[in-house]
C-alpha cells in the first residue's frame, strides 16, 4: 500500500515523494469468447505508441471441439480508456492497466491491485505477482503459450489480464466515488480510522479453494478467481468483468462495514451489494471508453447489449456461461426460476444469492427512475454499506439503511420503491396491505390475506395496473360484497407491470401495498426451427392452421383437467415421436428431464394422433398455461433445435373438473310422493326430458313431482341446443306407506310421546326426528319408537311433528299432532350467588317461592327442607368444582315436582398486582464536542415524549433510573436503548450503550422498558415484556 499512499497523497496535493517511475501503462490482450478479443491501448508517451500491436495480430486458434463450443469466431476491437477525473492512476489519464517495471521484469500489481499467480508446487502463502520479461522497458502484456488451451477450456485468451484490467476499474471506480462521496478524506485507508477504507486488492487468477473448479470467492484476504471449464458445465474462466466486480463487492464490505457473512438474510444482503457492484463497474466501464475508436469495443454485440436495458444491460455474469446466458437477472430476478424480487417471497428462495434478488429489483427500480443513474445509485449503496449496515443486518434494515441514507428529497421516491418489493419500516407497517398473488402468464391472481379488519369494515377497494384502475369497489353500491372481489384474476398487459391493491376501511384508514409482475405469453426457450410445418393440427374439436416447422398458437376452446386431450394429424406422420410438454408452474420453461412432471406425453410410431390426460394439471389453479408438441424422428429435449422436426406452442385455458357430457338422476320419496332431480355434467346450458316406462311424461324441467304406486322406469335425456347429448335409465321402486301415527298424553305441562307404524322393510333402519313446536323450537334425533317425555313448561296449542327417515331407500313419512297444556304451573326457578366473603359458601334463592308449599334441597347426595321460605338457603362445600343440584318444590295441592341445575363453584380469585406503568425517568446525559466534555444534563422527572436538550454536538446516557407505580422497587428491572443511527429501528447493539452520538441536525430517540423478575428475564427490540410498560423520550441540540 505504500505506492497506493504516496500517490493518492499527491492527488490531494500533500508533498510526498515520487514513486510514479516504477508504474507504468501497458496495452495488452483481454476479452474471451463473448467480448471478443479485446485489444487494450495505454496512452502514448514518448517511448511507446500504446497500441496493442501484437493483440491486433493476434490469429484465434480453431479446431472442431472450439468450432463446436464457439461456433462464431470471436472478432478484435479496440479498447481505449480513459478517465481523467479519477483520483487515482492520475498520471496515465486514469487508464487502469497498470503494471509495475523492476529489473527486466513486468508485474501485474498496482497502488490498488496485486494480481497473484498460483504457482504449481508452491505454497499458497508463497503465491507471487504475475510477470512477464521486460528486458527493454515496459512493454504489452501479450502471452499466447497456454492460448490453445485457455481458450478451448475456458473461452479466454489471457485470463490474468482480464482480472488485472477489470480489478483495477472497480479498485477506480470505489476510490472516485468514495472521493466524491467523503471529499475531505485525504487517505484511502487511514490508520486512524477514516470515513471509508481501500485497501491493495489481493487478488488469484485461477485458483479455487478445496478445488472448487467453477466456484469464485472473497475468502476475507484473497479474490479468489476459478479457472472455469466444461466438464461438467460449460463456464467460462472467472476473469469476467461481473464476477472480478462482484467478487470485489464483498472485499468493499470486509473493509467498510460491519456486515457479517453469515444467515440467509445478512448474507443475502452481501450477494446483493456484491451484485450491485458488479453493474456499477461495468457501467464504469463501458461509460469511460472511447466509442469513437476504429473498432470500438463499443460497438460489439456485447457491448451494445451491456447499453441496452430491453436486453443485457440488467444481466449479471453474462460473461460467465459459454451460452452467454447470465448467472442473475436484476430487472426481473424470477427469470432464473429460483430467485424472488420481493421479500414477501422469502420463503420460496433456498439461498442467499436467490434471497438477494429482493434488493437487486430495488436496486433496479431506484437506478432507473427520473435523475438517477446507475452510479448515483451505487453511491447510495455505499453510503449506506459504510455508515448503517450492522453485523446481522438483513434485508428489511438493509433496505431502511439506504433510505436512511438518502437525501431528504429522495427519501419518499425510495421509501416507495421499497415498499414495492415488500420491504416497509415498522412505523408504516400498520398501513401496509398484506396481499398473496399468483402469476399466469399474462394473468394475475390476486387474494387479500389481510386478517387486521373484517369484510363489513371495508368501505372502497381499488386494485390497478401502471396506475390504471383495473377495479374499483365501494360498499353499498350494488357491487357485491367485498368478499366476493377481495381475490380475483387480473389479464396483465404484455411486459413488466406494477400491481397495487388499496383498501379505505370505515373509520378512515387506508391500507395499500404493491408487487411487481412480469407478463407474458410465450415460452422463453423458443427452438427457432426453419422450414415449412409437416402437418398441421386439431386439439380435441378445435382446427389449428400450422404453417411453419415452428409456431404459436392459441386454443380457443377450454381444456379441463379431467378430460382426455386429444391431438389428431391431418398428415400421416410415418411412425414418429410425439412428445408434449406442460408448463405446469407457469414459469414459461418446459423442464424436460426425466424427474419433472412436465413432461407428460410420450409416444413412438405414432401416425395419426394421440390422446392423453393432462398430468398433474389437477393440482394447479384454473387458468392460461402453455403446452409444447415436438414431432420428431426420435425423442428430444423441449428446446433442442432439429430442422428435421416441427414444434407448436401452445396457449390453452386451463379449467378444473371435466367438460364430458353425462346425466344422472336422484330420487326422494316423501310419503306417497317422490321428487326426480336431474345432474348434468359438462359445460353449456342443459335442459331435461323425461320418460316413464318409454313414455313422455316431461320436458324443459330438471325437477319431476309424482306420486308412484308400482316399479317404474324412469329415463332422463340431458339436451344442449335441442340435441341429447346424454341419458341415464333407472328403475323406481315405491316404499309402501308405514302408517305413522303419534299420541301425546298430556300431564301438567308434561307430554308423554308414543309412536306407533307398520313394520320397516326387512334389513332397513329408521331415524325418528321430533320438532315439538314449543318456544325454543326444540328438535331431537330419537333411534327407536320407545315412549318419551316432553315438557313445554307453559300452557297453550303446539303442532308437535315427527318425521321417519329410511336413508337406505332415500324414504321419509311423516306425521304430526296437536298438543293443548292447559292451566300450566309457572316455571321453577333457582338463582345462585356467592358469598363475596367466602365464595365456598353459595346463597340459593328460588323465585315467586310464596306459590310452594315446602321447599326441599338436594346438594352432595344429601336432601335438606329449607326451612325459612322468606330468606335466601345457603349450602357450604369444601372445595371449587361443577356440582348437580335438585330442588323439590310441593305446590299447595301436595304436587310434587323437581329440577336439575349444575353450579359452578369457583376458588376465590388470587390478588393482582396493578399494571406497571412508568410515571417518569431521571437520566444524566453528558455532552460533548468532539474529544472533551461540554456539559452534563441532570434531567429529573422526564415525562413520556419530552425532549432533553444537549449544548453541544455530540452526547452518551450516562444513566437512567425508572420511577413507577410499582411499590416494592426491589422487584423492578429496566432497559434503555438509544437509535444512535436515528433509522427508525432499535437494535440490540444499541441497548444500554453509553457510546457516543450525534445529532446532525435531528434530535435522537430513546425507549425506555420496565418490567419485574416475575414478567421476564429481560426485553428485547424496545419491546416491553407481557406486563411491562414502554416510555419513550429524546435528546436533541
Given at each position: 500500500m505504500k505506492y497506493l499512499t504516496t500517490v493518492v497523497l499527491g492527488i490531494l496535493g500533500v508533498n510526498a515523494p515520487s514513486f510514479a517511475t516504477q508504474y507504468y501503462a501497458v496495452p495488452a490482450l483481454t476479452g474471451n469468447a463473448n467480448m471478443g478479443v479485446n485489444c487494450i491501448h495505454a496512452p502514448q508517451t514518448i517511448n511507446s505508441s500504446g497500441i496493442a500491436t501484437k493483440c491486433k495480430q493476434l490469429t484465434v486458434p480453431n479446431n472442431p471441439r472450439i468450432a463446436a463450443q464457439f461456433p462464431v469466431p470471436p472478432k478484435h476491437?479496440?479498447?481505449?480508456?480513459?478517465?481523467?477525473?479519477?483520483?487515482?492512476?492520475?498520471?496515465?489519464?486514469?487508464?487502469?492497466?497498470?503494471?509495475?517495471?523492476?529489473?527486466?521484469?513486468?508485474?501485474?500489481?498496482?497502488?490498488?491491485?496485486?494480481?497473484?499467480?498460483?504457482?504449481?508446487?508452491?505454497?499458497?502463502?508463497?503465491?507471487?505477482?504475475?510477470e512477464y520479461d521486460c528486458p527493454t522497458g515496459p512493454e504489452e502484456s501479450f502471452d499466447t503459450s497456454r492460448l490453445l488451451y485457455q481458450y478451448t477450456v475456458s473461452g479466454a485468451f489471457q485470463p490474468q489480464n482480464d482480472a488485472h484490467l477489470f480489478a483495477s476499474v472497480t479498485m477506480q471506480m470505489a476510490a472516485h466515488y468514495f472521493a466524491e462521496l467523503y471529499p475531505q478524506q485525504g487517505e484511502l485507508c487511514p490508520e486512524w480510522g477514516g470515513q471509508y477504507c481501500l485497501k491493495q486488492l489481493q487478488q488469484r487468477v485461477g485458483y479455487s479453494v478445496e478445488g472448487q473448479k467453477y466456484s469464485s470467492d472473497w475468502d476475507g484476504e484473497f479474490v479468489n478467481l476459478a479457472e472455469g471449464g466444461s466438464v461438467v458445465g460449460q463456464f467460462s474462466h472467472a476473469s469476467s468483468l461481473d464476477i472480478v466486480a462482484h467478487e470485489i463487492g464483498h472485499a468493499l464490505l470486509s473493509w467498510n462495514s460491519e456486515l457479517l457473512y453469515q444467515g440467509e438474510e445478512p448474507s443475502a444482503v452481501q450477494e446483493a451489494f456484491s451484485d450491485m457492484t458488479a453493474l456499477a463497474a461495468r457501467d464504469y466501464y463501458i461509460r469511460h471508453i472511447d466509442g469513437g475508436a476504429a473498432n470500438s469495443f463499443l460497438q460489439s454485440p456485447m457491448a451494445l447489449a451491456w447499453q441496452n436495458s430491453a436486453q443485457k444491460m440488467w444481466w449479471m455474469g453474462t460473461g460467465f456461461n459459454f451460452s452467454g446466458n447470465p448467472l442473475r437477472y436484476i430487472a426481473q430476478p424470477r427469470f432464473d426460476l429460483i430467485s424472488i424480487d420481493d421479500t414477501r417471497d422469502l420463503a420460496e428462495a433456498n439461498g442467499p444469492h436467490q434471497k438477494a434478488g429482493a434488493l437487486n429489483k430495488f436496486f433496479y427500480l431506484l437506478a432507473t427512475s427520473e435523475q438517477w443513474s446507475v452510479e448515483r445509485a451505487y453511491k447510495l449503496?455505499?453510503?449506506?454499506?459504510?455508515?448503517?449496515?450492522?453485523?446481522?443486518?438483513?434485508?428489511?434494515?438493509?433496505?431502511?439503511?439506504?433510505?436512511?441514507?438518502?437525501?431528504?428529497?429522495?427519501?419518499?421516491?425510495?421509501?416507495?420503491?421499497?415498499?414495492q418489493v415488500g420491504i416497509v419500516s415498522w412505523q408504516s407497517q400498520s398501513e401496509h396491505l398484506a396481499f398473496d398473488i399468483e402469476r399466469q402468464l399474462d394473468e394475475l391472481r390476486f387474494s387479500v390475506t389481510d386478517n387486521r379488519f373484517s369484510n363489513n369494515q371495508v368501505k372502497r377497494f381499488n386494485v390497478s395496473i401502471d396506475g390504471v384502475p383495473y377495479l374499483a369497489w365501494q360498499k353499498n353500491s350494488g357491487q357485491g360484497s367485498f368478499n366476493k372481489v377481495k381475490a380475483g384474476r387480473l389479464s396483465v398487459p404484455l411486459g413488466a407491470a406494477l400491481?397495487?391493491?388499496?383498501?379505505?376501511?370505515?373509520?378512515?384508514?387506508?391500507?395499500?401495498?404493491?408487487?411487481?409482475?412480469?407478463?407474458?405469453?410465450?415460452?422463453?426457450?423458443?427452438?427457432?426451427?426453419?422450414?415449412?410445418?409437416?402437418?398441421?393440427?386439431?386439439?380435441?374439436?378445435?382446427?389449428?392452421?400450422?404453417?411453419?416447422?415452428?409456431?404459436?398458437?392459441?386454443?380457443?376452446?377450454?381444456?379441463?383437467?379431467?378430460?382426455?386431450?386429444?391431438?389428431?394429424?391431418?398428415?400421416?406422420?410415418?411412425?414418429?415421436?410425439?412428445?408434449?410438454?406442460?408448463?405446469?408452474?407457469?414459469?414459461?420453461?418446459?423442464?424436460?428431464?426425466?424427474?419433472?412432471?412436465?413432461?407428460?406425453?410420450?409416444?413412438?410410431?405414432?401416425?395419426?394422433?394421440?390422446?392423453?390426460?393432462?398430468?398433474?394439471?389437477?393440482?394447479?389453479?384454473?387458468?392460461?398455461?402453455?403446452?409444447?408438441?415436438?414431432?420428431?424422428?426420435?425423442?428430444?429435449?423441449?428446446?433442442?433445435?432439429?430442422?428435421?422436426?416441427?414444434?407448436?406452442?401452445?396457449?390453452?385455458?386451463?379449467?378444473?373438473?371435466?367438460?364430458?357430457?353425462?346425466?344422472?338422476?336422484?330420487?326422494?320419496?316423501?310419503?306417497?310422493?317422490?321428487?326426480?332431480?336431474?345432474?348434468?355434467?359438462?359445460?353449456?346450458?342443459?335442459?331435461?326430458?323425461?320418460?316413464?316406462?318409454?313414455?313422455?311424461?316431461?320436458?324443459?324441467?330438471?325437477?319431476l313431482i309424482r306420486a308412484f304406486t308400482a316399479e317404474t322406469l324412469v329415463q332422463v335425456d340431458s339436451l344442449r341446443d335441442g340435441q341429447v347429448v346424454a341419458t341415464q335409465q333407472k328403475k323406481v321402486q315405491p316404499v309402501a306407506s308405514l302408517d305413522l301415527k303419534i299420541q301425546c298424553a298430556v300431564e301438567g305441562t308434561q307430554c308423554l310421546f308414543s309412536t306407533?307404524?307398520?313394520?320397516?322393510?326387512?334389513?332397513?333402519?329408521?331415524?325418528?326426528?321430533?320438532?315439538?313446536g314449543d318456544q325454543v323450537d326444540t328438535k331431537d334425533t330419537r333411534t327407536d319408537t320407545s315412549n318419551f317425555i316432553f315438557d313445554y313448561q307453559s300452557s297453550g296449542q303446539y303442532n308437535a311433528n315427527l318425521t321417519v327417515y329410511l336413508d337406505s331407500l332415500n324414504a321419509q313419512f311423516t306425521t304430526s299432532t296437536v298438543?293443548?297444556?292447559?292451566?300450566?304451573?309457572?316455571?321453577?326457578?333457582?338463582?345462585?350467588?356467592?358469598?363475596?366473603?367466602?365464595?365456598?359458601?353459595?346463597?340459593?334463592?328460588?323465585?315467586?317461592?310464596?306459590?310452594?308449599?315446602?321447599?326441599?334441597?338436594?346438594?352432595?347426595?344429601?336432601?335438606?327442607?329449607?326451612?325459612?321460605?322468606?330468606?335466601?338457603?345457603?349450602?357450604?362445600?369444601?372445595?371449587?368444582?361443577?356440582?348437580?343440584?335438585?330442588?323439590?318444590?310441593?305446590y299447595p295441592d301436595d304436587t310434587p315436582k323437581t329440577i336439575r341445575k349444575e353450579i359452578i363453584?369457583?376458588?376465590?380469585?388470587?390478588?393482582?398486582?396493578?399494571?406497571?406503568?412508568?410515571?417518569?425517568?431521571?437520566?444524566?446525559?453528558?455532552?460533548?464536542?468532539?474529544?472533551?466534555?461540554?456539559?452534563?444534563?441532570?434531567?429529573?422527572?422526564?415525562?413520556?415524549?419530552s425532549e432533553i436538550k444537549s449544548d453541544c454536538n455530540n452526547a452518551q446516557i450516562n444513566s437512567v433510573l425508572v420511577n413507577t407505580n410499582l411499590e416494592d422497587i426491589t422487584l423492578l428491572r429496566s432497559d434503555y436503548w438509544v437509535d444512535r443511527n436515528k433509522d427508525g429501528i432499535f437494535s440490540?447493539?444499541?441497548?444500554?450503550?453509553?457510546?457516543?452520538?450525534?445529532?446532525?441536525?435531528?434530535?435522537?430517540?430513546?425507549?425506555?422498558?420496565?418490567?419485574?423478575?416475575?414478567?421476564?428475564?429481560?426485553?428485547?427490540?424496545?419491546?416491553?415484556?407481557?406486563?411491562?410498560?414502554?416510555?419513550?423520550?429524546?435528546?436533541?441540540?
Open positions: 476491437y479496440t479498447v481505449e480508456f480513459n478517465n481523467p477525473d479519477s483520483p487515482v492512476f492520475s498520471e496515465f489519464n486514469g487508464y487502469p492497466m497498470i503494471i509495475e517495471h523492476s529489473s527486466g521484469k513486468c508485474f501485474l500489481r498496482n497502488e490498488l491491485v496485486n494480481t497473484v499467480e498460483p504457482q504449481r508446487n508452491v505454497l499458497p502463502s508463497e503465491f507471487t505477482s504475475f449503496a455505499l453510503k449506506a454499506a459504510n455508515n448503517c449496515f450492522r453485523r446481522d443486518s438483513g434485508i428489511n434494515e438493509a433496505g431502511m439503511c439506504f433510505q436512511s441514507q438518502a437525501d431528504y428529497e429522495d427519501k419518499a421516491l425510495i421509501g416507495e420503491l421499497l415498499r400491481v397495487e391493491l388499496e383498501i379505505q376501511l370505515s373509520n378512515g384508514q387506508t391500507l395499500s401495498a404493491a408487487r411487481h409482475v412480469y407478463s407474458a405469453d410465450q415460452a422463453r426457450c423458443q427452438p427457432m426451427i426453419i422450414g415449412d410445418a409437416m402437418t398441421s393440427l386439431r386439439v380435441n374439436d378445435e382446427p389449428l392452421n400450422v404453417t411453419k416447422a415452428f409456431e404459436q398458437l392459441a386454443v380457443n376452446t377450454a381444456l379441463y383437467s379431467q378430460d382426455l386431450l386429444t391431438l389428431s394429424f391431418n398428415t400421416h406422420l410415418n411412425n414418429k415421436v410425439v412428445t408434449v410438454f406442460a408448463d405446469l408452474d407457469r414459469d414459461r420453461v418446459f423442464e424436460d428431464d426425466n424427474n419433472s412432471n412436465e413432461l407428460i406425453f410420450t409416444q413412438a410410431d405414432s401416425s395419426e394422433g394421440a390422446s392423453f390426460k393432462l398430468l398433474g394439471a389437477e393440482q394447479i389453479n384454473e387458468g392460461p398455461m402453455l403446452l409444447r408438441v415436438r414431432i420428431d424422428d426420435k425423442q428430444k429435449g423441449a428446446c433442442e433445435v432439429d430442422n428435421g422436426s416441427q414444434v407448436v406452442d401452445l396457449k390453452v385455458n386451463l379449467k378444473s373438473g371435466s367438460n364430458l357430457q353425462s346425466v344422472d338422476f336422484s330420487s326422494q320419496q316423501v310419503n306417497d310422493q317422490i321428487t326426480l332431480t336431474a345432474q348434468a355434467t359438462g359445460q353449456g346450458s342443459h335442459t331435461f326430458n323425461w320418460y316413464f316406462n318409454g313414455n313422455l311424461e316431461a320436458e324443459n324441467t330438471d325437477t306407533q307404524h307398520l313394520p320397516l322393510p326387512n334389513s332397513v333402519s329408521a331415524r325418528y326426528f321430533w320438532q315439538f298438543v293443548n297444556i292447559e292451566n300450566a304451573k309457572p316455571e321453577i326457578v333457582f338463582n345462585t350467588t356467592a358469598d363475596p366473603q367466602d365464595p365456598m359458601r353459595i346463597l340459593f334463592s328460588v323465585e315467586n317461592i310464596d306459590l310452594y308449599k315446602k321447599v326441599f334441597w338436594s346438594v352432595e347426595q344429601k336432601r335438606y327442607e329449607q326451612s325459612d321460605l322468606t330468606r335466601e338457603w345457603d349450602y357450604t362445600f369444601n372445595e371449587a368444582g361443577t356440582y348437580p343440584v335438585l330442588l323439590t318444590v310441593i363453584v369457583e376458588p376465590a380469585a388470587p390478588v393482582t398486582q396493578p399494571n406497571l406503568q412508568i410515571l417518569s425517568i431521571h437520566t444524566d446525559v453528558m455532552s460533548s464536542w468532539y474529544l472533551w466534555s461540554c456539559d452534563t444534563n441532570y434531567a429529573r422527572n422526564v415525562l413520556p415524549d440490540q447493539d444499541e441497548k444500554n450503550t453509553n457510546l457516543s452520538f450525534k445529532f446532525d441536525g435531528s434530535r435522537v430517540p430513546v425507549c425506555v422498558t420496565a418490567y419485574t423478575l416475575e414478567q421476564a428475564g429481560s426485553s428485547s427490540a424496545c419491546i416491553a415484556p407481557e406486563g411491562g410498560a414502554t416510555f419513550n423520550f429524546y435528546i436533541n441540540k
